[in-house]
């Protein structure tokens, strides 16, 4: 199974930028799909997540109102569309799934992970 992250890159603060994650190796149009996020120093946080149909999203309370999550279960994608970013937002983003229900926000969740990819907000 792999997922791969693209997307990320340099941008003024106020800009947009929209991550995309695409799974292989095995469907998850069934179960959990999410991102996260870690900048250096810190502890890899929750971004947003969303469930196996997309009708279910959660966001993290940094995030809520500028970014949105989104899936294509026939694409086995997943994309995170961030707008307003803030040099806080700088970190290394990563995809993940799992085959879980539920929309959570522990890491451990997660059985799968991207390899990452790197955002940063200039001010």
């Known amino acids: 199974v792999q997922l791969q992250a693209s997307g990320g890159g340099l941008v003024q603060a106020g800009g947009s930028l929209r991550l995309s994650c695409a799974a292989s190796g095995r469907t998850f149009s069934r179960g959990r799909m999410g991102w996260f996020r870690q900048a250096p120093g810190k502890e890899r946080e929750f971004v947003a997540g969303i469930n196996w149909s997309g009708g279910i999203t959660r966001y993290a309370d940094s995030v809520k109102g500028r970014s949105t999550i989104s899936r294509d279960n026939a694409q086995n994608t997943v994309d995170l569309q961030m707008n307003s970013l803030k040099p806080e937002d700088t970190a290394v983003y990563y995809c993940?799934?799992?085959?879980?229900?539920?929309?959570?926000?522990?890491?451990?969740?997660?059985?799968?992970w991207g390899q990452g990819t790197q955002v940063t907000v200039s001010s």
């Open positions: 993940a799934a799992d085959g879980g229900t539920a929309v959570v926000d522990s890491p451990l969740r997660y059985d799968y």
